[in-house]
């Protein structure tokens, strides 16, 4: 396709998107003659350079958005024809306009350019026409059920632009809280917290707990946000692995009397302390047919040996649990014979001891995984025997092991 008939298609686009957004009757003089004046005095509406129709997908907000400023003609101080255009870049312009249209008082960008946004929130966009008319987020209603405390709306003019309506109250409220500008950005940005949450009071602990220890890192917390979530308020299911049900695993779970160190042990630990209250997790209710693959006994002076598979989902929770890694997400796989799990065990008295976790693809016999405790490093003698075992059964070593 050559230059010019690029931009006459996608001409043909721009024109047929912006007919079939013009709004009622009773704004499309408005909606027409704002469009006229944007077309004439800026850039907004200007088709970019490039591959069509990638070249004009930027363009379909933008339409959207002068349909939507249409619809709230009540709402402007002033016509399109006094606006005085003085910038350059197509975003800078529409932000410009919306000054020019709508605020009495200056309002925050971050609700300014929600606007242009595909999936604007409507009442994001009452919120900006009731700021621009010079009221505090405070008065607005409908609220968020994010809490806009008086100190959190001193910053509400501070929040990035590139923020949503949830996440921009949310990035006032951290600050509010004396949460610094990379915490505030970090949680707002990159946690489950850029959206209203359905416990608020609980986040609101979370983000308090959060401020308090101070020397956190941002991967800690957002590890530590992730936590809590899929413990109080995700299916056991998603997070346990099958029989977890659908119900979280901890829902009454609180950080009321917690210290950033027992936080932290609970993160480490928390299949044994959940496991320790609910045993019915550990009972088997899956099962599969052993693998052509022998298991393997070996005595190397006063110690014995083990290798064998795991044929439950019950036994890969329990290897899981004492373990400390996620081998019990492996039940599917196991279920439909494309991976099969091994434990390897050592015994000098009493009960073996569980030393390594080995993972083998039972269609082309070949070790996949070896992991020890916490996915360490098994030891000089753990592969020692893994390798026996291997040669023993005629397996082979993944290249990436």
């Not at 019990?328 to 569980?354: M, N």
């Not at 080995?358 to 269609?363: A, I």
Request: glycine fraction near 6%; hydrophobic fraction near 40%.
């Amino acid at each position: 396709m050559s230059a010019r008939a690029r931009k006459q298609s996608a001409q043909r686009w721009l024109d047929r998107a912006l007919a079939e957004n013009q709004p009622f009757s009773q704004y499309r003089k408005f909606y027409w003659n704002l469009i006229r004046v944007v077309r004439s005095r800026s850039s907004i509406l200007e088709i970019p350079s490039g591959e069509f129709p990638a070249n004009v997908h930027r363009l379909g907000p933008l339409v959207r958005a002068l349909a939507e400023i249409a619809r709230r003609r009540k709402h402007w101080i002033s016509m399109p024809e006094l606006w005085d255009n003085t910038e350059t870049s197509p975003w800078r312009q529409f932000r410009s306009l919306m000054r020019h249209l709508f605020e009495r008082y200056p309002a925050p960008d971050f609700l300014a350019y929600h606007w242009m946004t595909r999936r604007p929130i409507e009442w994001g966009h009452y919120l900006y026409l009731h700021m621009a008319e010079g009221f505090s987020v405070r008065r607005f209603m409908p609220r968020s059920e994010i809490p806009i405390s008086p100190q959190a709306a001193k910053f509400i003019r501070d929040v990035p632009p590139h923020l949503g309506p949830y996440s921009g109250l949310r990035w006032a409220q951290i600050r509010g809280m004396g949460g610094s500008i990379e915490l505030a950005n970090c949680i707002a940005d990159h946690t489950i917290l850029r959206d209203e949450s359905t416990d608020e009071p609980f986040w609101e602990s979370v983000l308090r707990f959060v401020i308090r220890n101070a020397l956190l890192s941002l991967v800690e917390v957002m590890e530590i946000i992730h936590f809590l979530n899929e413990q109080k308020f995700e299916p056991g299911e998603d997070v346990w692995g099958l029989g977890g049900g659908p119900l979280p695993l901890q829902p009454d779970l609180t950080l009321k009397g917690r210290t950033l160190r027992s936080l932290r042990r609970h993160m480490a630990n928390w299949r044994d302390d959940v496991l320790r209250k609910r045993p019915e997790l550990a009972k088997k209710t899956f099962d599969w047919p052993r693998t052509e693959i022998a298991p393997l006994v070996h005595q190397d002076g006063d110690a014995k040996w083990l290798i064998f598979e795991l044929l439950s989902d019950r036994a890969l929770k329990l290897e899981g649990v004492a373990m400390n890694h996620c081998v019990e997400t492996y039940v599917g796989e196991c279920l439909g014979r494309k991976s099969s799990i091994w434990s390897v065990r050592i015994q000098r008295s009493g009960t073996p001891k569980r030393m390594v976790t080995v993972e083998v693809d039972p269609r082309t016999k070949q070790i996949l995984q070896a992991q020890g405790k916490c996915n360490s490093t098994p030891t000089a003698e753990s592969k020692l025997v893994i390798q026996r075992w291997a040669e023993q059964e005629g397996l082979t070593m993944s290249t990436t092991d």
